[in-house]
């Protein structure tokens, strides 16, 4: 059974090891070795909490769980326009619905509060295909818009500039 809880501190272990298994292979693509990529990816997710600490305040940080054990995260940010900061789920369980379920009633809270969800995702990600599914379509970024640069999620990897996309209920 899927839930979810707000995380919490002592969460950092899990939070650490869902971002290298999101970017373990590419980082290992560079030809590092595995000690190497483990020190650099753990450091990584560190500096990219303080990032969204910092940059999204008041955001809900949530759990993924899945028969109780902690299985991926969910950050949004409810503003005038809600912002889906990231939404990530351990490797081994990727692609068996979880990110699809922990989505769908975010995106009917946001019908039902007649909100846009917003998100910014890289041009190669899989998940984009999830998010299209989903509703969410490609926005045009503003000319000069810092959204265009590599996303805290990526601050020392080198990333694409990223694409915006944006979910808005179907009008009836």
Same mark, same amino acid.
């Given at each position: 059974m899927n839930s979810f809880r707000p995380?919490?501190? @002592?969460d950092e272990p899990f939070l650490d090891a869902l971002y290298e298994g999101t970017r373990r292979e590419e980082v290992l693509a560079?030809?590092?070795d #595995? #000690?190497?990529a483990?020190?650099?990816?753990? %450091?990584q997710a560190r500096v990219q909490r303080r990032a969204y600490a910092m940059q999204y305040p008041a955001a809900e940080h949530r759990i993924l769980l899945?028969? %109780?054990a902690p299985a991926g995260r969910l950050i949004i940010d409810r503003g005038a326009d809600w912002a889906l900061i990231?939404? /990530?789920v351990l490797p081994a369980l990727r692609g068996k619905g979880l990110a699809t379920w922990a989505l769908r009633p975010l995106l009917d809270e946001a019908s039902a509060a007649d909100r846009v969800v917003q998100l910014l995702v890289a041009p190669t990600n899989p998940a984009r295909r999830l998010y299209e599914r989903l509703g969410f379509m490609e926005v045009a970024l503003? /000319? @000069? /818009? /810092?959204a265009a640069q590599p996303s805290p999620s990526a601050p020392a990897l080198g990333a694409a500039p990223m694409l915006q996309m944006q979910w808005r209920r179907t009008p009836r």
């Open positions: 995380a919490r501190d @002592g560079w030809g590092v #595995a #000690a190497f483990h020190t650099f990816l753990t %450091d899945v028969q %109780d990231d939404i /990530s503003p /000319s @000069g /818009s /810092s």
